[in-house]
Nanobody, 124 residues
């Protein structure tokens, strides 16, 4: 059974930084994509970033480019999202998701496995 566990959320002032972690277990192969999504109250789920374990390809939403960095430690099966220069509009529940079939998709429906989510709150 595949499991994803996020950690690292919290409360931070605008301009601050947080690092989210997504620990994966249960995959039968080491070729899968991991995405970070977020959802703020009253808003639709938004794709934030993704990384492919096979070649390290990464993708970012325009709203976070230059501020967020996704990386992975394949030996530990952990994906990180380093978030710098945080803004109040980054406040949301952040979810990691993983999929073995689609290559770094921006569509949440393409991901088969989801974590429980972690709250990120950025105060102004």
């Amino acid at each position: 059974e595949v499991q994803l566990v996020e950690s690292g959320g919290g409360l931070v002032q605008a301009g601050g930084s947080l690092r989210l972690s997504c620990a994966a277990s249960g995959f039968t192969s080491d070729d899968y994509s991991t995405g970070w999504f977020r959802q703020a109250p009253g808003k639709e789920r938004e794709a934030v970033s993704c990384i492919s374990s096979s070649d390290g390809f990464t993708r970012y939403a325009d709203s976070v480019k230059g501020r967020f960095t996704i990386s992975s430690d394949n030996a530990k099966n952990v994906v990180y999202l380093q978030m710098n220069s945080l803004k109040p509009e980054d406040t949301a529940v952040y979810y990691c998701a993983a999929d073995e079939h689609y290559y770094c998709s921006e569509l949440g429906d393409d991901y088969d496995f989801w974590g429980q989510g972690t709250q990120v709150t950025v105060s102004s």
